[in-house]
């Protein structure tokens, strides 16, 4: 089984930072596509970053110049930082992972149980 384990939540004043980290344990081969997802009170779960095992990232528009996402391979751990917090970044952020649990078992899906960030005005 694998596990995905995030930290690094809280409460900051807007414009403040944060640094999110997920670390990944268990039994697998790789960690393919690691990736940060938030919902708000109310909304849908929605991507925030992506981040493939080669470095290839992807943000949302709403994100982009504010947070950076990254990933250390060596101790299975994707990274958030979030600089100019705003208001509406508050929510809860999930960690996701595409786990290749052998070498042939490919595109296994793992949520983290979600880091609450709280941002205020």
């Known amino acids: 089984q694998v596990q995905l384990v995030e930290s690094g939540g809280g409460l900051v004043q807007a414009g403040g930072s944060l640094r999110l980290s997920c670390a990944a344990s268990?039994?697998?081969?790789?960690?393919?596509?690691m990736a940060w997802y938030r919902q708000a009170p109310g909304m849908q779960r929605e991507l925030v970053a992506r981040?493939?095992?080669?470095?290839?990232?992807h943000y949302e528009d709403y994100v982009k110049g504010r947070f950076t996402i990254s990933r250390d391979n060596a101790k299975n751990t994707v990274y958030l930082q979030m600089n100019s917090l705003r208001p509406e970044d508050t929510g809860v952020y999930y960690c996701?992972?595409?786990?290749?649990?052998?070498?042939?078992?490919?595109?296994?899906?793992?949520w983290g149980r979600g880091a609450q960030v709280t941002v205020s005005s």
């Open positions: 981040i493939s095992r080669t470095d290839s990232i």
């Open positions: 996701y992972a595409d786990v290749q649990r052998t070498m042939w078992d490919t595109g296994n899906i793992y």
């Open positions: 268990g039994s697998f081969y790789a960690l393919d596509a």
